[in-house]
């Protein structure tokens, strides 16, 4: 949409409608509408000689306010925008939708014939405010598209900041040499579950069909309640299923995957969980597993993953540890 400044607008006073070949006297001027599709649009225009000097003023030229353009002068000093527009002889060019004033839209025609050119406004004031307002809608939907697109950048870089913390603060635990094994392998859990933001933790031994609760964090809501050190069947206790094949999972919602058939997730009535296999360098040992009785809403991503295996890579060095110094003993 091109923008046109204009001298001396007047244009205060609602145009009737009426044919638009009505005002429309010159010859060349009517057989060049005929050739246009302006069905009750409201035209004008100006006639100019070869030096450019206004000459006719005709169609509805007060709609437009260029009724007092004088005639006999310089028709750029009089409309400046026409510096450079003129077409040569027979040449016609058109600049659609151009804001001739504050509430008004046109198609300019420039058009010549013989010793004559001629400039043609044709009123497209309400296809120009709609292009107006879908140019405005676009804008508005470019602006809040891009306001999300720095919200979510901003997010994703709390996010990476918050999981570097996290991490160095799980090689912290690992490496705290005033803590006892036990005592570390709490506090890696206690941070997986503040980091996941959910409610248990478990650390369990799997051997063949039992499993052992070797360390539990956080409260338990409802559901299957665990113990450290009691053992039941490998299949009431979450996530003993990924020792089968040293695997991992990560569940918003155990509604939606086939792992709610599981017994041991119905049992403790779990909605949302990470869980991950733990091999120690003496071979499989067991599984840790994160829950809650609640769905997680806003989802895991891939750093909650990554943040996962973590855990469960330090687990399995420091239950390896514990484990050469019982045969050690």
Known sequence: MICLTVWRVRCCRVCQRHDPMDKI????????VKSLSVSDCQLAYLGLDKQHRVNV?????????IEDIQRGSL??????????????????TVIP???????????????????QQWLLFVDRTEQGRQLQRAQQVRLDEDIVQEQMLKERSADHAIGVDAYYLAT????????????????????????????FQLEVALLSCVTNDLATVEVVVGEQPG??????????????????????????????????????ARSGFSLAGIKSCLGAAVQTINGPFGCICFYSTKAKLDGFVEQDEKFLLTIADLIAGLQGSKEQLGFVQ
């Open 57 to 65: 003023v005709g169609g509805a030229a007060e709609c437009f306010g």
């Open 223 to 260: 559901g299957a309640k665990f113990k450290e050190g009691e053992t039941r069947s490998a299949d009431e206790i979450p996530c003993s299923f990924l020792l089968d094949n040293m695997s991992h999972l990560v569940i918003d919602n155990v509604a939606n995957t086939q792992q709610f």
């Open 168 to 195: 160095e603060r799980l090689i912290s635990i690992y490496s705290d040499s005033y803590q006892s094994v036990d005592e570390k392998l709490s506090g890696l859990l206690q941070q997986g579950l503040d980091y």
């Open 97 to 115: 939708n151009a804001q001739f004033m504050v509430d008004r839209f046109v198609d300019l025609h420039l058009f010549g014939d013989p010793g």
């Open 75 to 92: 028709a750029v000093a009089q409309l400046s925008f026409l510096e450079g527009l003129f077409a040569g002889e027979n040449s016609p």
């Open 25 to 32: 006297v010159d010859i060349a001027v009517a057989s060049y």
